[in-house]
């Protein structure tokens, strides 16, 4: 199945600075990729698409200020926290979609816990 | 908007046991995907099964199969001679069919079934 990868793992930080996570497609393009939240012992919620050279598609409750998101390049999406507070202290996992004949199936990075002191 | 729920919020089985995951969800939606995913301990999120809502047939895959029910918007995942190595948070998930370029193409998940295999 394709690969993506994240950058970094985990991630901690001060109260106030801004973060950024590196979802990469390893060996094939991603035209879209998605950005998922996940809190301690819950699900995954989606809080964003990103799509190459134009502007990310955020889910209803999702501040586009805080949550940058850029996909300057058809294998990078970035998603930068700015302003991190402790609230936002949480697990953050990428996805692309399949880029077979389908484009149905996504495929999942392995996370980046930051933790917000 | 479509819900997902997963009743079962843990499970345990024996291993080399069969275990049955619930889950059914909720679209007004004729034409939509749905898929199970494997969380172990590490995290990562791994693809079991997906199946296709037009497809009357029920997808498997080696020990993984799924009930499909259209009618009763039902989705259970059924793992047959249960490994040690399929502990783990199983979550359920659907997709819209129809492609808007948008977030409808992302996944809706359920809350998830921890499964627990007892040697």
């Known amino acids: 199945g394709a690969v993506v990868s994240q950058h970094p793992s985990r991630v901690i930080c001060k109260s106030g600075t801004s973060v950024k996570i590196e979802c990469r497609s390893l060996?094939?393009?991603?035209?879209?990729m998605f950005w998922y939240r996940q809190f301690p012992k819950q699900s995954l919620m989606l809080m964003a698409t990103?799509?190459?050279?134009?502007?990310?598609?955020?889910e209803q409750g999702v501040e586009k200020d805080k949550f940058l998101i850029n996909h300057a390049s058809l294998t990078l999406s970035t998603l930068t926290v700015t302003s991190a507070h402790p609230e936002d202290s949480s697990f953050y996992i990428c996805?692309?979609?399949?880029?077979?004949?389908?484009?149905?199936?996504?495929?999942f990075g392995p996370g980046t816990r930051l933790l917000v002191l | 908007a479509q819900t997902v729920t997963q009743s079962q919020p843990e499970m345990s089985v024996q291993e080399a046991e069969t275990v049955t995951l619930s889950c059914t969800y909720d679209t007004s939606e004729s034409d939509y995907y749905l898929f199970w995913y494997k969380q172990p301990p590490s995290r990562q999120m791994i693809l079991v099964i997906r199946q296709e809502a037009y497809k009357q047939q029920n997808a498997t895959e080696n020990r993984f199969s799924v009930n499909f029910q259209k009618a009763a918007k039902s989705f259970s995942l059924k793992i047959s001679d249960s490994q040690l190595g399929d502990a783990a948070m199983y979550f359920c998930?659907?997709?819209?069919?129809?492609?808007?370029?948008?977030?409808?193409?992302?996944?809706?998940f359920g809350k998830g079934t921890h499964l627990i295999i007892q040697p």
């Open positions: 060996d094939f393009q991603a035209t879209t």
């Open positions: 990103s799509n190459e050279g134009s502007k990310a598609t955020y």
């Open positions: 996805s692309a979609r399949d880029p077979g004949g389908t484009r149905v199936t996504q495929y």
């Open positions: 998930a659907y997709r819209s069919a129809w492609y808007s370029g948008g977030g409808a193409d992302g996944l809706t």
